[in-house]
């Protein structure tokens, strides 16, 4: 448009939540979200501000903010990884221990993944008989504090399943080690 490229692209978002309370102020908590992103016309790829990306204090607390994916890619840079289709899935079991101090036992999974073939990355790429494979799993634990306003929110999570590794090392979960760990500080809750 007079002579300036843009960017054309479709963007739909599926983010369901279910809340079942019980007894006693505990709260089981699921939510699926799912997200694609489709370039048309004069685009031939998703900016990269509206890519998908995974890991963080609200998505995979396992992994650093967008450090997940694409699918089963390997890389040692410090390249952010984002994709154009996403799935994540997310467990939390939230209780009261002290007052307005709560915890939570949560279980996150999820990856992102590019559409089109990539011949340089081919394992980054959508695959159906593949990607149930390529889920990156972590589970952790947490605490809250409720201030009436707002929530505090501090979570220690360990990889469980790493979809950057060889097929038959995937499953990575150590206990012990403080390194073992990814630590993640939040305001509110993650979903």
Do not use: C
């Not at 843009?6 to 699921?30: C, E, G, L, M």
């Not at 450090?67 to 890619?73: A, T």
């Not at 952790?140 to 790493?162: S, T």
């Amino acid at each position: 448009m007079f002579g300036v490229i843009y960017a054309q692209y479709i963007r739909p978002d599926i983010d369901y939540r279910y809340y079942t309370n019980s007894k006693f102020n505990r709260t089981f908590v699921s939510r699926i979200y799912a997200g694609i992103g489709l370039p048309y016309g004069n685009s031939v790829a998703l900016p990269f501000e509206k890519s998908y990306f995974a890991g963080g204090p609200n998505d995979l607390r396992a992994w650093r903010s967008r450090s997940v994916g694409p699918g089963s890619s390997k890389t040692n840079s410090n390249f952010e990884r984002n994709g154009e289709f996403k799935i994540s899935l997310n467990f939390e079991y939230r209780f009261d221990i002290f007052k307005n101090l709560k915890g939570a036992v949560f279980t996150d999974l999820g990856n992102v993944w590019l559409l089109r073939n990539n011949e340089t990355r081919p394992e980054a790429v959508l695959k159906f008989n593949r990607f149930y494979n390529e889920f990156a799993i972590g589970s952790g634990i947490g605490a809250r504090y409720d201030f009436n306003f707002f929530v505090i929110r501090v979570d220690a999570a360990a990889q469980i399943k790493d979809p950057a590794q060889d097929v038959g090392e995937r499953w990575v979960f150590k206990v012990g080690a403080i390194n073992d760990y990814i630590f993640n500080l939040g305001i509110g809750y993650p979903f």
